[in-house]
Structures are given as C-alpha cells and as structure tokens.
C-alpha cells in the first residue's frame, strides 16, 4: 500500500505550494538583493563559526596598490588607495562631518580581527547598499541589532553572505561599553540625502564585488532590468576605490514600482499592514522603529526577505511580511528608498 501514501505525500506538497503561491511568499532569496548573480557554491564564503574571529569569516581581496594616490573634491587630505582600505583605520576622508570617533569606530580593535566601523558603514555611517545605513538610527535600536546580532536572533536568509557573518561575529566581540559608545555615536549623526530612485527596463551591465556591491562594468555596455533591483554607486570610482563618504547610490527600479509602493506603503494594499502606521508618515521612525527613508533599497528588501524566512526575528514587523511576493518587495523597497 505505498501508492496512496506517495499520491497524499504529492497531494500535500502540490497544497501547500499553491498555498505559498496565493499568500505569495519569496520562494529563495533573490540573488539580487544579497549581492549574488549565480546560483552554486562560488564565490564560496568562508567557514565562520561562533568562534571564528570576524575578519576570518571575511572573503579575502587582493591587496590595494601602495603607490596609488587619491584626492577626493573638497578633501584636504590624500590617501594612497592601501591607506583608504585598511581594515584598521580606514581613510577618514572629511573629520569636520563628524563628531571624534569612538577607537572601534575608527580602528577596530587588530587583535581580535574586528575591523573598523567606519570601513563598511563610512565614518558618517552613511553605509553601503551590501551592509547598513547606521547614522540616524536611534540608539536603542542600534544597541538592540547588535544585542540581536550576538544571540543569533539576526543572521541572513544566505548563508553565503560573508559580510553579515562577519557582521554577527564583530557584534560578538564587542563589549557592552563599545555598545554603548557605537549606539551614541551613530545616532547622534543626521541623515544626508543618499539614494536616487529611477524606474527603467534597462540598466548598466554589472558585476558584484568581493561583498556584493554591484559596480557598472567599464565601456557603457546595458541589459534589462527585469524583476530585480539593481542599485550602483553614483560615482562608482568615488565609492569602490575611494570609500567616499559623500557619495550616494541610484537605485535602478522596474517601471510601476513607485505608485504600486506607495499603495503598499501608505495603504497596506490588501497584503500587509500600512508601514506609516508604526514608521510614520514620513517613514522616520520614531525610538526602537527605525527610519526606513531614502535608505538602500537592496538593503530595506534583503531585510524584509530575512524577517520573511525567520533568519532576522522582529516581533513587530513578523505580521507585515508573511504574505509580501518579490514583486511587492522590490515596489516597497523602491517607494521606501525613493522618500
Ligand atoms: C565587514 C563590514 C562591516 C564592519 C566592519 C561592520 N559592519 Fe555593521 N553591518 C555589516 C553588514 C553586512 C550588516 C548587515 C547587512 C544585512 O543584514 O543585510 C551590518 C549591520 C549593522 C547594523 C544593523 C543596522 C540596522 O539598521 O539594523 C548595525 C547597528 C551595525 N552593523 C553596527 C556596526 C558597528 C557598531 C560596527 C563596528 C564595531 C560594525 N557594524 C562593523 C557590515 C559591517
Ligand atoms: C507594527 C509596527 C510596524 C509596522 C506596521 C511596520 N514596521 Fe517595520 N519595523 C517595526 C519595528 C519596531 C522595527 C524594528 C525591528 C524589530 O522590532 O525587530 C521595524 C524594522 C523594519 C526594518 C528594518 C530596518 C533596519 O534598519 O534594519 C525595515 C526595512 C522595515 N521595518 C520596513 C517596514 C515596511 C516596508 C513596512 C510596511 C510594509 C513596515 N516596516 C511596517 C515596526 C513596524
């Protein structure tokens, strides 16, 4: 009698499918959004465990040019291209954009391969589209995700991504006065205006670096769009080679995913729960919610995916994305990003 089994056992799978295709769930995590172009084991992450120490779950790059010397406009200073990426005090391009930085901000702290703050999220904590936009959030929230972070509440839907291991593990070598100290520096920075939104079916042809950051490849060649959200540095030179902290992103959208956002956004849409009704109107959030406004779009989508599979536990936002599909995704993100 193995054949009903098999038939309920099919029977089962076939309901439960189209239960996912009609409250509409993201079926993988969409390479796109986590800074991937290929399904498969390559670029292989490195092993990172809850030991690991945190650079060691890093994907290593070859080492920047020692004799390479870069000037940024308005910068008093220059750096050579080795200076700007060291891991352990990065260039500090414009010091007059912020308060002193707290030493784990600008340093690290070398022994315990826990690299600089200010290296991935800019000394301002502008961040980039493959880690976080930090300045403005409140300090409670961001005490909140590093204490996430460290019990395993907060890890990414891919396992792939170096850079959120990395991540976790820095949050699990800090101590509670570096906690602290981080949540009151970066909160007490105001949000400079960072992401163009631009609805397209076509965009410039990219590759993905080393973290996930999609950069315009060299002689102008284009491709389509489709379902995805493709966000590029301004400048790309600026951001890849010099880590300026004053230069912003443009989010490339599918067309309709602005009005179809707003709808989303302001309404809920039949589908979720209004986001102004918990981050406002302005989508500034307010204590523990944070502001979602003009931040990276790949980033607001890769969490609202996290917070869907269940990798990134948020008890207040666990009932506004069970029932969101990727083309909901990529039209919140690009409304929220584009405010
Ligand atoms: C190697 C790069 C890297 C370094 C260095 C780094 N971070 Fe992060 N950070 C990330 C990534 C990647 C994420 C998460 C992105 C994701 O989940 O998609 C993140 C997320 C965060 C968040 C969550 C933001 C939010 O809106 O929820 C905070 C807070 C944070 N980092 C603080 C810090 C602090 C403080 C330091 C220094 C002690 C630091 N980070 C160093 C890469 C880095
Ligand atoms: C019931 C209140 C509530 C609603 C409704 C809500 N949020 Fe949230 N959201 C929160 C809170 C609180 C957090 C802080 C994280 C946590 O509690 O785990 C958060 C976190 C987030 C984050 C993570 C931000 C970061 O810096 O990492 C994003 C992105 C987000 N919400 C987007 C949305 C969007 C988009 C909507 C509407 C579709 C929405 N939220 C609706 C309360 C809400």
């Avoid at 193995?2 to 995590?29: D, R, Y």
């Avoid at 940024?72 to 414009?94: K, M, Q, S, V």
């Avoid at 396992?159 to 602290?180: C, G, Y």
């Avoid at 060649?221 to 590029?232: H, N, W």
Wanted: glycine share 8%; charged share 20%.
């Amino acid at each position: 009698m193995k054949k009903p089994a098999t038939l309920l056992t099919l029977g089962c799978i076939l309901l439960w499918t189209a239960a996912a295709v009609v409250t509409g769930q993201v079926s993988n995590p969409p390479l796109w959004a986590y800074g991937f172009t290929a399904e498969g084991p390559e670029p292989a992450a490195p092993p990172c465990t809850e030991t690991s120490k945190p650079q060691d779950c890093a994907r290593a790059g070859s080492p920047r040019p020692k004799d390479v010397v870069h000037t940024l406009p308005d910068a008093a200073r220059t750096f050579t291209e080795y200076e700007i990426h060291n891991g352990y005090g990065p260039a500090d391009w414009y010091p007059g954009d912020h308060p002193p930085m707290p030493d784990i901000v600008a340093h690290g702290r070398e022994s315990d391969k826990l690299r600089a703050c200010a290296l991935c999220h800019l000394p301002n904590g502008q961040g980039k589209p493959e880690n976080a936009p930090v300045a403005g959030l409140s300090a409670a929230y961001i005490v909140q995700q590093l204490q996430a972070f460290k019990s395993g509440l907060r890890q990414s839907a891919e396992p792939r991504k170096a850079n959120t291991n990395e991540m976790i593990q820095i949050a699990r070598h800090m101590t509670d006065a570096e906690i602290k100290e981080v949540a009151a520096y970066f909160s007490s920075m105001t949000w400079r205006p960072w992401i163009k939104v631009v609805e397209t079916e076509t965009v410039p042809k990219t590759r993905p670096d080393l973290n996930g950051l999609f950069i315009p490849e060299p002689g102008g060649a284009t491709e389509p769009l489709g379902k995805r959200i493709i966000e590029v540095p301004e400048n790309p030179e600026f951001t890849e080679k010099m880590r300026s902290p004053r230069s912003g992103f443009i989010a490339y959208v599918p067309p309709g995913s602005l009005k179809r956002g707003e709808e989303l956004v302001t309404k809920g849409g039949g589908k979720t729960t209004a986001c102004v009704l918990c981050h406002g109107p302005e989508l500034q959030g307010a204590g523990i919610t944070p502001p979602i406004a003009d931040r990276h779009a790949s980033y607001i989508a890769r969490q609202l995916v996290d917070m869907q599979f269940g990798t990134r536990e948020s008890p207040m936002m666990k009932s506004v994305v069970p029932r969101l599909n990727e083309d909901d995704i990529i039209a919140i993100a690009a409304y929220v990003a584009s405010k």
